[in-house]
T-cell receptor, first 113, second 114 residues
Framework: DQQVKQNSPSLSVQEGRISILNCDYT??????FLWYKKYPAEGPTFLIS?????DKNEDGRFTVFLNKSAKHLSLHIVPSQPGDSAVYFC????????????FGAGTTVTVRA | SQTIHQWPATLVQPVGSPLSLECTVE??????LYWYRQAAGRGLQLLFY??????ISSEVPQNLSASRPQDRQFILSSKKLLLSDSGFYLC?????????????FGEGSRLTVL
């Protein structure tokens, strides 16, 4: 049962515009959320995270928003660059079950020049 | 600095053959170790994790097994592969609890079972 869902398998955006990636979760016990970025034939790399005590975390061009009541988080990339073309995974963990991350299926972002 | 390596990078195996994927971490001690699998069109599925030598937790019933013979070595095995075992396997490590940091992934191993 997928507890973390990324319902958009792909996203195409023009260079310089905003990319918005969405993620929904079903487990109300999740209290830590992460985004990973993955290039083809490579392992994912950590991008940004947010704790459930916050509703926003910003790191350069990347901002993650958390809406706990809606069990929804989003990743904003502004401005989008060609190097941002990759697969983005949303992940979540439960504080009391803290050795495991549940991942979404990923969203493939393509940034058009 | 810490590094993680897994091998082989690519593997094509017939159904019913055995499997051994290896993963090693350098530059840290007593890491938590993980095996994930990414099947086509699906997210990363946690298969096994280990918080210490000889300690293996299995998340998904299957014909795969994992072992941790040394502190920084994690091995994924199967005695008889199934077609459904095809996928992209990722080894990862963490300092400790994932809610205080993140996972660091290896380069991945692409397994095709024919």
């Amino acid at each position: 049962d997928q507890q973390v869902k990324q319902n958009s398998p792909s996203l195409s955006v023009q260079e310089g515009r905003i990319s918005i990636l969405n993620c929904d979760y079903t487990n109300s016990m999740f209290d830590y959320f992460l985004w990973y970025k993955k290039y083809p034939a490579e392992g994912p790399t950590f991008l940004i995270s947010i704790s459930s005590i916050k509703d926003k975390n910003e790191d350069g061009r990347f901002t993650v928003f958390l809406n706990k009541s809606a069990k929804h988080l989003s990743l904003h990339i502004v401005p989008s660059q060609p190097g941002d073309s990759a697969v983005y995974f949303c992940a979540a963990s439960v504080g009391s079950n803290d050795y495991k991350l549940s991942f979404g299926a990923g969203t493939t972002v393509t940034v058009r020049a | 600095s810490q590094t993680i390596h897994q091998w082989p990078a690519t593997l094509v195996q017939p159904v019913g053959s055995p499997l051994s994927l290896e993963c090693t971490v350098e530059g840290t001690s007593n890491p938590n170790l993980y095996w994930y699998r990414q099947a086509a069109g699906r997210g990363l599925q946690l298969l096994f994790y280990s918080v210490g030598i000889g300690q293996i937790s299995s998340e998904v019933p299957q014909n795969l097994s994992a072992s941790r013979p040394q502190d920084r070595q994690f091995i994924l095995s199967s005695k008889k592969l199934l077609l459904s075992d095809s996928g992209f396997y990722l080894c990862a490590w963490s300092w400790g609890r994932v809610d205080t940091g993140e996972l660091f992934f290896g380069e991945g191993s692409r397994l095709t079972v024919l």
